[in-house]
């Protein structure tokens, strides 16, 4: 995995859902969020002031928390500069200084500001944040930028503000980094010995929320059956 850099909270972003127009039809969402002043309270399921509208895909306790990299903002302005990418507009709840996706693994523990933070998997865009950007083609260059940001679980409640520092508390002593699964879901075509045994690894990996868990298992499965014997 890559070196651990200082991390800073810049912004805590929080929204409501509401119903927008796109493409002709109403679409509830809340991936609308925008920064917000002050100190804010994380609770196990989500930020005060702050709620998911579709919870059979959104929120729940292993993604109370969404995160983003302030730094992925510089690079999609430059490859978006007519998109409007005020911070919040990935979604996200944290935009964070530093958070890196290659250096944090599944199962890490932070503190941010007085609340302490699991590691639990990376996001896998719905066509919402295309309906956020306006932009259709945004799921795909999304998955394949390596700029996931990563969804949290809370392990303690507890208030962040802009400016509060990141921490490591305690790391995964597996170390599959957020950008490995990430890697390893969009990666579908590969039959190399070694592809099947990251499947398995990561079918294996405890933090790994059980969704994410039985869909590399029934992968490594197939690959398996339709890999010659040797």
Not at 46 to 56: I, M, P, T, V
Not at 197 to 220: G, I, K, M, N, V
């Amino acid at each position: 995995m890559s070196q651990l850099a200082p991390m800073r909270i810049v912004a805590v972003n929080a929204g409501l859902p509401r119903t927008v127009e796109s493409h002709g039809r109403a679409v509830r969402t809340a991936i609308f969020k925008s920064p917000v002043a002050g100190p804010v309270a994380i609770r196990r399921l989500n930020l005060d002031g702050d709620r998911q509208a579709d919870l059979s895909v959104h929120g729940g306790p292993d993604k109370a928390v969404y995160a983003y990299a302030a730094e992925h903002y510089d690079a999609w302005r430059v490859e978006l500069p007519e998109v409007d990418l005020p911070f919040g507009a990935f979604g996200e709840n944290l935009t964070i200084a530093g958070l890196d996706e290659d250096a944090l693994a599944i199962g890490d523990r932070l503190r941010a500001g007085t609340a302490e933070l699991i590691v639990r998997q990376p996001r896998i865009p719905c066509y919402k944040l295309g309906v956020r950007l306006g932009r259709d083609d945004i799921l795909k260059r999304f998955l394949n930028s390596d700029r996931s940001g990563v969804y949290f679980a809370v392990a303690r409640a507890g208030v962040v503000e802009a400016g509060d520092p990141v921490t490591m508390l305690e790391r995964d002593p597996q170390g599959v980094s957020v950008a490995t699964i990430n890697r390893l879901y969009r990666t579908r075509r590969s039959r190399l010995p070694a592809h099947l045994a990251a499947l398995q690894r990561a079918a294996d990996l405890p933090p790994l929320p059980e969704s994410w868990r039985t869909y590399f298992r029934e992968r490594a499965a197939r690959l398996s059956a339709a890999s010659p014997a040797s």
